[in-house]
């Protein structure tokens, strides 16, 4: 008996150790729009941690998560209905890059259109965010 009660003793703390070495995605972290565009859309956190860490790669997301981009993207003022709000992306990025180098990749990206306006809206995200890199 004592030995069953110590095995359970043990295996309770490696069960709590190992979940604090791997803790849950850092909802905090993220910003208000992403929250609400994660409800809206039913996309869970995992999702969108596994992809902002490259765990996800942009080819394999579901048409589900383009679609969470595309809220996230609307909600901050960057697009609408598939459409760059340019100046709103200038105005956002100008700290990251000049104003010129922020026009030209406006002008290189938003040519990336898809078969819906999801689609639109994830090819356009991506094309900017690794131009801005």
Not at 4 to 10: K, N, Q, R, S, T
Request: aromatic share 8%; net charge neutral.
């Amino acid at each position: 008996m004592k030995f069953l009660l110590l095995a359970c003793v043990v295996v309770s703390c490696f069960i709590l150790s190992w979940s604090q070495l791997v803790p849950s995605p850092p909802e905090a972290a993220l910003s208000d729009a992403s929250k609400n565009c994660m409800v809206k859309e039913n996309v869970d956190s995992e999702a969108v941690f596994g992809f902002k860490s490259g765990k996800i790669r942009p080819e394999d997301v579901s048409a589900v998560f383009k679609c969470f981009v595309r809220c996230v993207v609307e909600a901050k003022g960057y697009m609408k209905d598939g459409e760059l709000l340019e100046e709103n992306v200038v105005k956002a990025a100008e700290n990251i890059t000049s104003v010129e180098q922020v026009r030209k990749i406006i002008s290189n990206c938003k040519v990336h259109k898809g078969s819906n306006v999801c689609e639109t809206s994830f090819n356009i995200y991506m094309c900017i965010s690794s131009e801005l890199k």
